[in-house]
């Protein structure tokens, strides 16, 4: 049993034949995919997406790389997004000063009305934090009081800046690249991070696994991403799948025993 915590299935990758790759998943034992929004659209399509498939959850927010976009009548309509049933966080929101694509101070910003959005309707935030830990940290220490619980996705630190986020209550989301050889510091992360603290994504349609690296990404390879880590931690397949499941319903109020229905609502 294995959820993917991150997947972008609003994106034209999957609009071709959007069943087949949800029956790949589920062969593979995904019983549950979590569709990001990314900017008001996609957080709309997430959103449907979720309504109309059993097994999609969505969540609504504007990425770092969208901050401009961010206004007040846009932060009301995310909010009206938001209190729709089957969508369990914000996000994803936060920092990117790799791609640097907008103005850093319009970043910050962006990343804390979004904070307050999921602090008042009491749920989970997705941040998407790249080369900017040190910012974040100053951000969101404000809210660490108010904020319900928060997921670093596709976690790009090294164990010092995880010790840092796992002492302020957060989770750490393995995307698919802890699978290649070079992915060293991904490695030890997903080996010492305290097994209640994590959970797996895809990422798709970015970040494939090896042995699909290149290619696109689905949610049904997220099978090899939870090997890589059994190899790391010295675990089960299953003892992976069944952990990591539960900490999903832990940050995303999914339960275990009807997984169809979000118990938060
Ligand atoms: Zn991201
Ligand atoms: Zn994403």
């Keep these: 049993m294995l959820i993917d915590t991150h997947a972008h299935l609003d994106f034209p990758e999957f609009s071709g034949d959007l069943a087949s790759t949800l029956s790949r998943a589920r062969e593979n034992g995904v019983v549950n995919i979590i569709s990001i929004g990314i900017d008001i659209q996609s957080s709309r ?3 449907e997406l979720a309504a109309l498939h059993p097994e999609i959850y969505a969540t609504v927010g504007v990425h770092p790389h969208g901050a401009r976009e961010l206004d007040g009548l ?3 309509d995310l909010e009206g997004l938001a ?5 369990v966080a914000v996000g994803e929101i936060g920092l990117d000063y790799y791609r640097d694509r907008q103005p850093r101070a319009v970043q910050r910003k962006c990343l804390e009305q979004q904070l307050e ?11 998407h934090i790249r080369d900017a830990f040190d910012d974040f940290f100053k ?9 319900k619980v928060g997921v670093l996705h596709c976690f790009s630190g090294d164990w010092g800046v995880a010790k840092v986020c796992l002492d302020m209550g957060f989770y750490l989301s393995i995307p698919g690249t802890v699978t290649y050889p070079k992915a060293t ?6 080996r010492l991070a305290p097994m209640d603290r994590i959970l797996l994504e895809t990422d798709c349609p970015y970040l494939a696994p090896m042995p699909y690296r290149g290619k696109v990404n689905e949610p049904a390879y997220i099978l090899y991403t939870a090997r ?3 190899e790391l931690r010295g675990c089960s397949l299953e003892e992976i799948g069944e952990r990591t499941t539960a900490n999903v319903c832990a940050v995303f109020g999914i339960a275990p025993e009807n997984r169809w229905k979000n118990v938060s609502q």
Excluded: H, W
């Design 139 to 147: 951000v969101v220490e404000g809210f660490l009081s108010s904020l």
């Design 228 to 230: 890589k880590i059994a």
């Design 117 to 127: 959005l999921a602090c008042a309707a009491g749920m989970p935030a997705v941040f």
């Design 45 to 47: 399509r997430a959103a």
């Design 83 to 87: 209190a729709r049933e089957r969508v």
């Design 185 to 190: 510091a991904q490695q030890e992360v997903a």
């Design 74 to 76: 846009l932060l009301s």
